[in-house]
């Protein structure tokens, strides 16, 4: 059973800190890793996804991918309280499926 | 705007009643999905489709029915013959099941059986 595995929190980070969220996965095989911002009661929307070992950053947000280790993370900078939401983590297996983590309660403190 | 349009966003049954939830998206998109999520719970896949006229079951297929006839549309039925019915459901697309696509979501349908 492929798995992606996420603290489900909440954390709780005080506004202008960086907040960072984690996420591992099972499949070795795997290949793309995404991330997606989901308010309450709302649909996912995707902030950004990675391929390659290293660093991918876009405004205030940084993903961070360690194929070896077999985990991928997301850094917000400067956190404001509205990124507080929930921070699903995907991964696309070697089978192309999308493996889906249960996501990630962020609470920015103003 | 390209986008997904779920409707309707809020949906009551009575417990026995198939009920059907549209989804369509003009985003030319070949892949469609979809998904249920219940409160506090990560996305499950209930089923999929790459390509008009043809699709596959996700992890939790029971109880639930898809069509494609067209690109841009993937209505989902619930059956009842599905035990747990009451949930959040979300249609996404992508433009193919490569590696590189990710998923764009419509707004949900939330849908209460009792």
């Known amino acids: 059973q492929k798995e992606v595995e996420q603290n489900s929190g909440p954390l709780s980070v005080p506004e202008g800190a960086i907040a960072s969220l984690n996420c591992t996965y099972s499949d070795r095989g795997s290949q793309s890793f995404f991330w997606y911002r989901q308010y309450s009661g709302k649909s996912p929307e995707l902030i950004m996804f990675?391929?390659s070992n290293g660093d991918k950053e876009d405004g205030r947000f940084t993903a961070q991918l360690n194929k070896a280790s077999q985990y991928v993370s997301l850094l917000i900078r400067d956190s404001q309280p509205s990124d507080s939401a929930t921070y699903l983590c995907?991964?696309?297996?070697?089978?192309?499926?999308?493996?889906w983590g249960a996501g990630t309660k962020l609470i920015i403190k103003p | 705007d390209g986008g997904i349009t779920q409707s309707p966003k809020y949906l009551f049954r009575k417990e026995g009643q198939n009920v059907t939830l549209s989804c369509e998206q003009n985003l030319n998109h070949d892949a469609m999905y979809w998904y249920r999520q219940d409160p506090g719970q990560g996305l499950r896949l209930i089923y999929y489709?790459?390509?008009?006229?043809?699709?596959q079951k996700g992890d939790i297929a029971e109880g639930y029915s898809v069509s494609r006839e067209k690109k841009e549309s993937f209505p989902l039925t619930v059956t009842s013959a599905q035990k747990n019915p009451t949930a959040f459901y979300l249609c996404?697309?992508?433009?193919?099941?490569?590696?590189?696509?990710?998923?764009?979501f419509g707004n949900g349908t939330r849908l209460t059986v009792t």
């Open positions: 996404a697309s992508s433009a193919a099941l490569t590696l590189g696509s990710p998923l764009h």
């Open positions: 995907a991964v696309r297996d070697s089978n192309y499926q999308l493996i």
């Open positions: 990675i391929y």
């Open positions: 489709s790459q390509i008009v006229n043809d699709f």
